[in-house]
């Protein structure tokens, strides 16, 4: 069926012509005055192509970035923008759940062409294999690197704002319980291990973080004033690429893989003194009477370090070893039969928050005491025993005067 006659486009319009192959070529000119073509098999898709692109050169957006792939886009933001915002180690997980969940899926679609549904067929190939948690920090992290690319200008809008923000299932994480975490607390004071008294009733007595008990010093123990400064954590930073290994153990800050600004202090190799989580972790704590008494026993800091625990040639303690120690712990002291059985270290944490719930303790001092800034986080520690329940509502009832 023949066309009408096609009015002539203005200036600024962009071109649409047909090559004599049949493909329908559009074309507008960019800022710099170079020419861009799209071509398209039928008039109408090169139509909409055309006037795609000519909404990108009017927002001020180069259509040839268009482009370039989310894997393509994910190794720059990685590169040049985040680590502008976040810490070290935080990047690295970002890298690896792009180089595992995200570019598998859609690293080879081009960015300006990305879609809700690409994304959400992401999430569902992520959550075929994996958790829902892992499958919704794919998203945020791909939300967070699409945001980037639209204040750039490399696209006219993030398309993970256009839908619905994937949800997780949470796990839970079981506290201890009273009897338990006594067993733990009678077993090292009882083991003649100073080391293992110290770290273990830290644990269980203040509900401090593993990286930042590994990586607490004793300038910021108080034993005259019975408190710790909790304001670092030990973490391990990724060196420079194709650093050689320098002679002496405390590496120079050039060695490693971080934004120039970014505090930290480098202890031994690539272990490093960071800051806290977040400036509400940084807290300090009293210490009851058998956490102090422990880390009296233990006497003065690490000839090399400063740090309270290190293994036995004074270096740091390596947390995957301190997480052995742990689960070995929970056989030790009989709470589980087999090392596999072990609760998860972080449920220290919970225990603290528990018991101190249930010792009617304000939730605002809860939170300080293990630095918790918001109380979404910190209720996700917290668990209620049906004993405290049940004397809950028992008041209730004796309120009412319904006792028979």
Same mark, same amino acid.
């Given at each position: 069926?023949?066309?009408?006659?096609?009015?002539r486009?203005?200036?600024g319009?962009?071109?649409?012509?047909?090559?004599?192959?049949?493909?329908?070529?559009?074309?507008?000119?960019?800022?710099?005055?170079?020419?861009?073509?799209?071509?398209?098999?039928?008039?109408?898709?090169?139509?909409?192509?055309?006037?795609?692109?000519?909404?990108?050169?009017?927002?001020?957006?180069?259509?040839?970035?268009?482009?370039?792939t989310?894997?393509?886009w994910?190794?720059?933001?990685?590169?040049?923008?985040?680590p502008?915002?976040?810490?070290?180690?935080?990047?690295?997980?970002?890298?690896?759940?792009?180089?595992?969940?995200?570019?598998?899926?859609?690293?080879t679609?081009?960015i300006?062409?990305?879609q809700?549904?690409?994304?959400?067929?992401?999430?569902?190939?992520?959550?075929?294999?994996r958790? %829902?948690r *892992?499958?919704?920090?794919a998203?945020? $992290?791909?939300s967070?690197a699409?945001d980037? /690319?639209?204040? #750039?200008? @490399?696209?006219?809008?993030?398309?993970?704002?256009?839908?619905?923000?994937?949800?997780?299932r949470?796990?839970?994480?079981?506290?201890?319980t009273?009897?338990?975490?006594?067993?733990?607390?009678?077993?090292?004071?009882?083991?003649?291990?100073?080391?293992?008294?110290?770290?273990?009733?830290?644990?269980?007595?203040?509900?401090?973080?593993?990286?930042?008990?590994?990586?607490?010093?004793?300038?910021?123990?108080?034993?005259?004033?019975?408190q710790?400064?909790?304001?670092?954590?030990?973490?391990?930073i990724?060196?420079?690429?194709g650093?050689?290994r320098?002679?002496?153990?405390?590496?120079?800050?050039?060695?490693?893989?971080?934004?120039?600004?970014?505090?930290f202090?480098?202890?031994?190799?690539?272990?490093?003194?960071?800051? %806290?989580? *977040?400036?509400?972790?940084?807290?300090? $704590?009293?210490?009851?009477?058998?956490?102090? /008494?422990?880390? #009296?026993? @233990?006497?003065g800091?690490?000839?090399?370090?400063?740090?309270?625990?290190?293994?036995?040639d004074?270096?740091?303690t390596?947390?995957?070893d301190?997480?052995?120690?742990?689960?070995?712990?929970?056989?030790?002291?009989?709470?589980v039969?087999?090392?596999?059985?072990?609760?998860?270290?972080?449920?220290?944490?919970?225990?603290?928050?528990?018991?101190?719930?249930?010792?009617?303790?304000?939730?605002?001092?809860?939170?300080?005491?293990?630095?918790?800034?918001t109380?979404?986080?910190?209720?996700?520690?917290?668990?209620?025993?049906?004993?405290v329940?049940r004397?809950a509502?028992?008041k209730?009832?004796?309120?009412?005067?319904?006792?028979?």
């Amino acid at each position: 069926m023949a066309r009408g006659k096609r009015r002539r486009r203005e200036k600024g319009d962009g071109g649409l012509h047909q090559r004599a192959d049949g493909m329908w070529i559009a074309q507008v000119w960019r800022e710099d005055g170079t020419r861009y073509q799209r071509g398209r098999k039928r008039y109408d898709d090169a139509l909409a192509e055309l006037r795609k692109m000519v909404d990108e050169v009017n927002q001020g957006i180069d259509p040839a970035r268009g482009v370039v792939t989310v894997t393509d886009w994910l190794t720059e933001w990685c590169r040049d923008i985040a680590p502008r915002r976040i810490k070290p180690n935080t990047l690295d997980t970002y890298r690896s759940c792009i180089k595992n969940n995200i570019v598998p899926h859609i690293g080879t679609k081009p960015i300006g062409s990305l879609q809700p549904r690409d994304i959400r067929a992401m999430h569902t190939k992520i959550t075929a294999t994996r958790s %829902t948690r *892992t499958a919704q920090i794919a998203f945020n $992290i791909l939300s967070k690197a699409l945001d980037d /690319a639209t204040n #750039e200008r @490399l696209i006219t809008a993030n398309p993970c704002g256009r839908m619905d923000r994937p949800e997780s299932r949470s796990e839970e994480r079981d506290p201890l319980t009273v009897d338990q975490a006594r067993a733990i607390l009678l077993h090292v004071a009882q083991s003649g291990d100073p080391r293992a008294a110290a770290r273990w009733s830290l644990a269980l007595l203040t509900g401090a973080r593993q990286a930042e008990v590994l990586g607490l010093t004793w300038d910021r123990v108080d034993l005259d004033h019975d408190q710790i400064d909790i304001s670092h954590q030990l973490r391990r930073i990724k060196l420079v690429k194709g650093w050689g290994r320098p002679t002496d153990p405390v590496y120079p800050r050039e060695a490693f893989d971080v934004r120039p600004e970014f505090e930290f202090t480098p202890v031994w190799r690539g272990a490093c003194l960071v800051d %806290t989580k *977040t400036r509400g972790s940084r807290r300090i $704590i009293p210490l009851l009477t058998p956490v102090h /008494a422990a880390l #009296e026993s @233990l006497g003065g800091p690490s000839p090399r370090s400063g740090l309270v625990f290190t293994r036995e040639d004074s270096t740091p303690t390596v947390a995957a070893d301190d997480t052995t120690e742990w689960r070995q712990l929970c056989v030790d002291a009989g709470i589980v039969a087999k090392i596999d059985d072990a609760p998860d270290q972080h449920a220290s944490r919970n225990t603290v928050a528990t018991l101190l719930l249930e010792a009617g303790v304000e939730e605002s001092v809860r939170m300080q005491i293990l630095g918790h800034t918001t109380v979404t986080a910190h209720r996700g520690y917290v668990s209620t025993s049906t004993d405290v329940t049940r004397a809950a509502l028992g008041k209730m009832e004796t309120m009412l005067k319904l006792e028979g």
